[in-house]
């Protein structure tokens, strides 16, 4: 028996035999050609985006009822690839320049493309660089190998164990029957990753070795709660897991019970429950998980899909998230990139340290136009519901004084063009720098709301990047430091009456949420999948005993000790809620 770590994508536990899926690897090689073959090797470049283009069809109306339509996005993202004009254009332009074959022109543009994208300091845009790689790998197998297709003698009640899949390959497989994923590769926030997570299938990836470590055929068990996989179990092993399954099985059963309902603590605090979203798509779901409003309202993806975009378009965009809220609140973030994320989309200079320099609202505030068209549109929007502004990475108060005056200006230009608006829209800014959480008492007489974006704030706060993997074992919200600070923001809003909501992973984590509401906070954002469970833990907790938490907490000189305190706190009050 061995046990692989790995990172945990989806939860539920499951047993069966593993299956290894397509071994394959693909050689390209150079090829130099000659002018009269350019137009037979575009030509096959254009075939394989044909095919490609039939395959995720097929695959998106055989897989037509098993996502809700938050997720389909993904699939159109794929498509848009397929006529991305940095992939296919280019590729058709490196076969006319430099005399090559297709297969080798389009193994250099989109590894130029990888790069780019794996430079990125961004957990979320770093992953795009595999939606590349898994379009790349397609159309590769169109132009080699056209007989290629998926095994489709996959019995009942596999588990699939690969390198990597893209979510295309998951949605295939999982009509195949698979029960459960193994990867090698993959991150929490993958689109294969969010898929799989859709599917409900229990899933871990990023393993690194599991298609090294397992055979076809190896009994397997899938543990999504802790992200481990064992391969050839014990008898005992075997007997404790099959408890284990039945015990998730009757927790999912126990969370249905909170859709659409309002949640209050054992004391009876009402506690407001808002959807962190990114695509208008993402709300009907949220809705129905009992969410009474998107408390963080992305708005990055107009950029990364299609550059600079519009008034128009943004504005319609909007206009369909208001409609969709169905009178909720509506809290849109103005744009949050960065230099190294933007290179080909939008004007940027050259930096040496763009995660730290002119992103977010600084960026928004050097090139003025572009901030003030995003402005109008939302603007506009707010005549359809009830929509708040927020701007985010502010450090001081001369920023927030530079956005309001160009919010004015921008109402000015809408008051003149006669077009409607909500001349009283509540202006908020992300508490997310040690900076302005140390004045929040300043900050908090110039907005009308905080939201507070603890995943930066901890980062900043404890100066480490959580996603390298030398450090981020010094990512811990309960350092005192960063309670102090959270304490500090709760404190400024209560004094000055503004709201305060917290939209970072601590806002969603169940471990976390008790130091939250013992803070005082009452309004936290999260992943519309995160309500329910944060709606049955809050069903069972005292806020008087949240407070006592905190205040042992704050007295700990280390956080190792902190957390000792809370992980016995949360034992006690909701070890339901973490079946290990």
């Known amino acids: 028996m061995i046990t692989l770590n790995g990172i945990k994508i989806s939860d539920g536990v499951v047993i069966g035999r593993a299956y290894i899926f397509d071994k394959r690897t693909i050689n390209i090689k150079k090829r130099n050609i000659k002018e009269f073959e350019v137009e037979n090797e575009v030509q096959k470049l254009k075939n394989a985006v044909s095919e490609t283009e039939k395959y995720m069809v097929a695959i998106k109306e055989m897989s037509e009822n098993d996502f809700s339509s938050s997720h389909k996005f993904i699939f159109d993202v794929y498509m848009m690839l397929l006529k991305d004009e940095a992939l296919i254009g280019e590729t058709e332009k490196y076969i006319r320049e430099h005399l090559v ?27 795009r660089k595999n939606d590349i790689k898994h379009i790349v790998k397609k159309l590769l197998n169109f132009m080699v190998d056209k007989g290629y297709q998926y095994a489709c003698d996959i019995n ?49 990836v990023g393993i690194e070795n599991a298609t ?66 990114e695509i208008n798509d993402e709300i009907p779901l949220a809705l129905e998980y009992g969410s009474q409003g998107v408390g963080l309202y992305r708005t990055e993806f107009f950029y990364l899909e ?56 600084r960026y928004s505030l050097r090139f003025k136009e572009f901030f003030k068209k995003q402005m109008r549109a939302i603007l506009r929007a707010s005549a359809f519901g009830d929509v708040r502004i927020m701007f985010p990475m502010i450090s001081g108060l001369e920023e927030i004084d530079k956005a309001k005056k160009l919010l004015e200006e921008s109402k000015e230009e809408l008051k003149r063009e006669n077009i409607e608006f909500n001349e009283n829209i509540k202006i908020g800014i992300m508490v997310e720098l040690p900076s302005i959480a140390l004045i929040s008492d300043l900050a908090a007489q110039e907005v009308d709301f905080f939201s507070v974006g603890t995943n930066d704030l901890i980062q900043y706060t404890l100066g480490i990047d959580r996603n390298n993997e030398y450090v981020a074992y010094l990512y811990r919200p309960s350092h005192p430091a960063v309670l102090t600070l959270l304490r500090n923001i709760i404190e400024s809003a209560n004094k000055f009456e503004i709201d305060a909501t917290v939209c970072g992973e601590m806002a969603g984590d169940p471990m976390y949420i008790p ?22 833990l809050i069903s069972q907790i005292d806020t008087t005993e949240c407070k006592k938490l905190v205040s042992e907490m704050a007295v700990c000189k280390y956080a190792r000790v902190a957390e000792e305190k ?7 009050f909701a070890g339901n809620l973490f079946i290990n």
């Open 515 to 536: 130091i939250l509401l013992g803070l005082g906070y009452t309004n936290l954002s999260m992943s519309p999948s995160q309500l329910l469970k944060a709606k049955l």
């Open 156 to 204: 009942r009640d596999l588990i699939v164990i690969a390198h990597d899949l893209s979510p295309y390959e998951a949605a295939h497989l999982f009509k195949q029957n698979v029960k459960g994923f193994a990867l090698d590769m993959g991150s929490k926030v993958s689109h294969t990753s969010i898929i799989i997570r859709a599917l409900g299938v229990p899933a871990v």
């Open 101 to 127: 074959n297709a297969e080798y022109a389009l193994s250099v543009v989109s590894g130029n493309l990888m790069k780019m994208f794996g430079k990125s300091n961004d957990e979320y845009l770093k992953e």
């Open 306 to 361: 299609k550059g600079d975009l519009p008034e128009d378009e943004q504005f319609k965009i909007l206009k369909e998230a208001v409609e969709l809220i169905q009178g909720k609140q509506l809290t849109v973030r103005t744009f949050d990139l960065g230099g190294e994320k933007l290179s080909n989309l939008l004007p940027h200079p050259d930096e040496s340290n763009p995660a730290m320099g002119l992103r977010a609202i």
């Open 566 to 572: 809370l992980s016995g706190f949360v034992n006690q």
């Open 212 to 277: 090294y470590s397992i055979s076809d055929g190896d009994t397997v068990i899938i543990d999504g709660i802790n992200g481990q996989v064992i391969v050839d179990p014990d008898d005992e092993t075997l007997r404790k897991y099959r408890e284990k399954e039945e015990r998730y099985l009757n927790f999912v059963s126990a969370l249905n019970k909170f859709k659409e309902s309002d949640v209050y603590t054992k004391d009876g605090v009402g506690i407001n429950l808002l959807a962190n979203v």
